[in-house]
């Protein structure tokens, strides 16, 4: 049976057993605090099994994407080493809802393994719960019985709390549980040793396919247990391992679950899985046939790859991929985006999603696969640096500030640089690493340290109340005050019972303005210069001197915000909500915002989208703001809606926004902008005025990075722009064709460069004839070292390859110094290198050392740079004592 007819078969099975089939949940976990990923069958009906909800029906089957690389569940690094652990897994499983329990579910396992799937009789084992006197609970005498009827007890397990007591957490439905396990080893095996005594001890060719969970207890919180009023089944079979089981292998990676992976992988590497030398090979092949389902489905299902909580989780996997690629199979190029087109083909019927999603998810992997390899490149030379540098005084050990250099400098998590240092057979100081890590955490601690005094009370409030939508000015009471010592000198933080100050909030920042104390005869007028939010208070800054006497006799003040300030802020939040539209409308609506920041001078936005955008893209984008703008559509402001009729009504959450039981909707046009937003806004897009990109570009793979203007700040921009082509023509002396005058500069330029390159070429053919004239000539090759001018590095491949076609059996080592900097090159006749194991890579890597640099390349021909010029004349002396 195929993969695809294993899974049909099970889900066809259960639809003939009245289940209701179900679709898998998102491998992302949607509305559960407590997941980061759907890691088992039942995380999608926890609310069920809690009293929370009604299932659509009481029995269900499915086929459900797990993920398992964080917290309790880690299968991470066992993924690639053996066989049948996965970080992303298919979870086949049947609930019962207070319907069948014991007898049914054991029953239709058996009728299912053994008669649709042909399993053989005598290689399955099942376990039974044994009982444990602490928490009060028997000897599943039920399942034993039942089990007994079908198996006998010969091949009957009793396994303790650990292997067969399931529990969702610390409190909640629990109950004993009964595990099918197969034995696939020869016949031979098998007669030697009994499978019964290898049962859950990591044998590869021993292990668990389901397990039947039959929920009949309720955990409480003082670790009590209770019957629960109804009892379900819950079970879960491993899709990886039961194909493994059915079509007779004895890896997880032989099935053609993963084989069409491995396939394409054989085709890019030229390597043949099982048929490596170096046993790297088979486990990055593994690793990375394992790693694109996790990274592809994740991706296809919201989370992109980050530097934080998931997003990091699948930006590891993926870096480890390729890492393995990079390192054991020849890579030396983005690969991994090429196995999403295989994947999206194998799953189309099944996880239909992927294949809708091919291209952007193939376009994510590229752009952090870029990423990546450009810091894997440097990474690794600098790791390679300190292991030999160890490995010549005797140390195993990389001390944990080096360990702590290539995460914060190259960006290597620990684990990367743990499991590249266990591969060269060293480990690392974890504890010397985690003090590197503290010792930055403090710096960056002190570095934002702030000395501040005690609130100084001054009146009972109760709560701050915020009028800024709707007024720029209030009376007030100041209520409470404090000083602040920062590196920059002593502000004040004042705290006003009623403001119409915005706190810096949603990447909008905080409003400034002043308040006014005392009457218009006397007052005194405190300057603020920023507004934040700490918890619920809304603390105004201010920077002015020796305020304590005036904040503490302050009667009724009056709280001004500056105006113009905020409407230049107010026009370029409202263009956030009218861009965003306007992105999705043109660019697709997988664009959702990653963040943004907003004063009164410009609005940068982050956005997740695959690619950069085009110039013509980004006018469209521009040219569909500028209509809304030109529609001077108003403000339609709803306050206090219930989250839910919002969210169901179609409105769209700000990335990174909490928010409560009642938010806050702002509409331009329902068909157009509608989201939920604390900012503040203009009363209609005609007081943006107009609107300008003056910027596009990567944030991160995934993640893009935009910058305009509006207003005035436009007007400004396009003057500017005006005033440079201006000063262009001036310089080109008023060409009435702008355009063609400086097509004629660069057609010039490039004149001039061939006729450069032509004078440095005869110069090279000059030192060609000076350098045959003084080559040294041996039996067997003819030598050159010689240090020489020339203007390139380039230009010592010509010279060596120009030299080869010239000279037999050619040896050339030269020497340069070119901008200021050392370089070296090794060239040997390709004949020489079969001949005699000569390496220019290797030699030119050990010359490197005189210059202080490294380098490499090809047998026949490498290149290294340095930054010590004055070891040129020993690398090279070096060099002809070599051969």
Known sequence: ????????????????????????????????????????????????????????????????????????????????????????????????????????????????????????KDRLYVSVFEGNEADGVPFDQEAWDLWK??????????????????????????????????????????????????????????????????????RKADGSLIPLPSTHVDTGMGFERLCMAIQQKTSNYDTDVFQNTIQVLETLSGKKYGQNDEPFADIAMRVISDHIRAVSFAITDGQLPSNVKA????????????????????????????????????????????KDQEEFVTRVILEEEKSFLRTLESGLKRLDSITSGLKEKGINTIPGDEVFELSDTFGFPVDLTALIAREKSFQIDETGYQDALAEQKKRSRQDAAKEATDWIELREYDGVEFLGYDFEETHSHIVKYRKVKTKTGEEYHIVLDRTPFYAEMGGQVGDTGVLVLGSSGDAKTVNIVDTKKENDLFVHISRDKNLDEALSGAGIITAKIDIDRRNKIKANHTATHLMLSSMREVLGTHVSQKGSFLNDEVLRFDFAHFSKVTDEELRKIEDRVNEKVRENIALDERRNVPIQQALDAG????????????VRLIIFDPKFSFELCGGTHVPSTGEIGVFKFISEG??????????????????????????????????????????????????????????????????????????????????????????????????????????????????????????????????????????????????????????????????????????????????????????
């Open 149 to 218: 009827g079908i198996v006998g007890e010969d091949r009957i397990i009793l396994g303790n709390k650990k292997d067969n007591f399931w529990e969702m957490g610390d409190t909640g439905p629990c109950g004993p549980c009964s595990e099918i396990h197969v034995d696939l080893r020869t016949p031979a095996e098998v007669a030697e040793v009994s499978g019964k005594s290898l049962v859950n001890n990591d044998h590869p060719q021993v292990v668990e396919i389901w397990n039947l969970v039959f929920m009949q207890f309720e």
């Open 1 to 120: 049976m195929t993969s695809h007819q294993i899974r049909q078969a099970f889900l066809d099975f259960f639809r003939s057993k009245e289940h209701l089939i179900v679709p898998s949940a998102p491998l992302v976990a949607k509305n559960d605090p407590t997941l980061m990923f759907n890691n088992s069958g039942m995380a999608q009906f926890k609310d069920f099994f809690l009293g929370n909800g009604t299932p659509p029906s009481r029995r269900i089957a499915d086929t459900q994407k797990c993920l398992r690389v964080s917290g309790k569940h880690n299968d991470l690094e066992d993924v690639g080493f053996d066989t049948y652990h996965h970080t992303m897994f298919e979870m086949l499983g049947n609930w019962s809802f207070g319907d069948y329990f014991k007898k049914e579910a054991i029953s239709w396992a058996w009728e299912l393994l053994t008669e649709v799937y042909k399993l053989p």
């Open 311 to 354: 997003g990091y989780v699948i930006r590891r996997i993926l870096r480890r991929a390729v890492r393995y690629g990079y390192s054991y199979l020849g890579f030396q190029e983005p690969f991994f985006h090429k196995l999403v087109p295989v994947l999206a083909e194998q799953f189309k019927d099944v996880f239909t999603e992927l």
């Open 651 to 662: 409105a769209t959450a700000t990335f990174g926004e909490k928010y409560g039981d009642f």
């Open 698 to 883: 990567s944030v991160s793979a995934g993640v893009r990075r935009v910058e305009a203007v509006t207003g005035e700040k436009a007007l400004e921009l396009m003057r500017q722009q005006e005033e440079t082509l201006n000063k262009i023509k001036d310089l080109l002396k008023g060409p009435t064709d702008l355009i063609k005058a400086v097509e004629s500069l660069i057609d010039e330029r490039s004149t001039l460069q061939k006729r450069i390159a032509a004078l440095e070429n005869e110069k090279i053919q000059a030192l060609k004839t000076t350098l045959v004239e003084n080559m040294e000539t041996h039996s067997t090759f003819n030598l050159i070292v010689q240090k020489v001018d020339v203007p390139s590095a380039d230009s010592l491949k010509q010279l060596s390859y120009e030299l080869r076609d010239q000279v037999e059996n050619l040896i050339a080592v030269f020497g340069a110094e070119i901008g200021g900097k050392p370089q070296l090159s090794v060239f040997i006749a390709e004949n020489l290198v079969q001949e005699t194991g000569l390496n220019a890579g290797k030699i030119v890597k050990d010359l490197a050392k005189d210059i202080r640099g490294g380098g490499g390349g090809q047998p026949f021909f490498a290149t290294a740079g340095g930054s010590d010029a004055s070891g040129l004349d020993t690398a090279l002396e070096k060099a002809k004592g070599l051969f």
